[in-house]
């Protein structure tokens, strides 16, 4: 697991903001990562809902990079503001996420996207190498 900080703030695009450095942010490398990430979460955030939500869309799009994209690249979590967190996940998988899954009754996939979605903001940037799916989150 990698942690870093970041030199400035950008928007879900990946543009600049405010050129102010980002309150805090976190880089991990490929999917191990996710019981070391769940617990900097815990350090980060008070234990709340939006803890809850951060670890559960962390874990649903770090899935489905392993899943339809061979693994993630890269994933980071950027507290922007006192209000909003981003995370984002980094794979070289052509195929986009865009629709939300139905599962059928007693299926035990389809699902993930559909979380997402409800406890998020979220997308999908295009990369020379792949892509990047994002997720914004309101803070408690």
């Known amino acids: 697991m990698t942690m870093v ?7 879900v695009a990946g ?7 980002a309150s805090l942010v976190a880089a991990f490398r490929d999917a191990t990562c ?6 900097w979460l815990r350090e980060q955030l008070a234990p709340t809902d939006t803890l809850l939500d951060a670890e559960l869309v962390c874990t649903e799009l770090v899935t489905n990079a392993v899943e339809h994209a061979g693994g993630p690249r890269r994933l980071r979590v950027t507290v922007l503001d006192r209000v909003r967190m981003r995370i984002e996940v980094d794979d070289a998988g052509a195929g986009d996420p865009l629709t939300v899954g139905e599962s059928r009754l ?4 389809g699902r993930g ?7 998020s903001r979220w997308g999908v940037r295009r990369t020379r190498t792949g892509k ?5 989150l309101e803070l408690a």
């Open 5 to 11: 900080e970041a030199n400035e703030r950008t928007d």
């Open 15 to 21: 543009r600049r903001v405010d050129g102010q450095p």
């Open 34 to 39: 996710l019981p070391g990430l769940r617990a």
């Open 106 to 109: 007693g299926a035990h996939r």
């Open 113 to 119: 996207l559909t979380i997402v979605n409800a406890v």
């Open 132 to 136: 990047t799916v994002w997720a914004t």
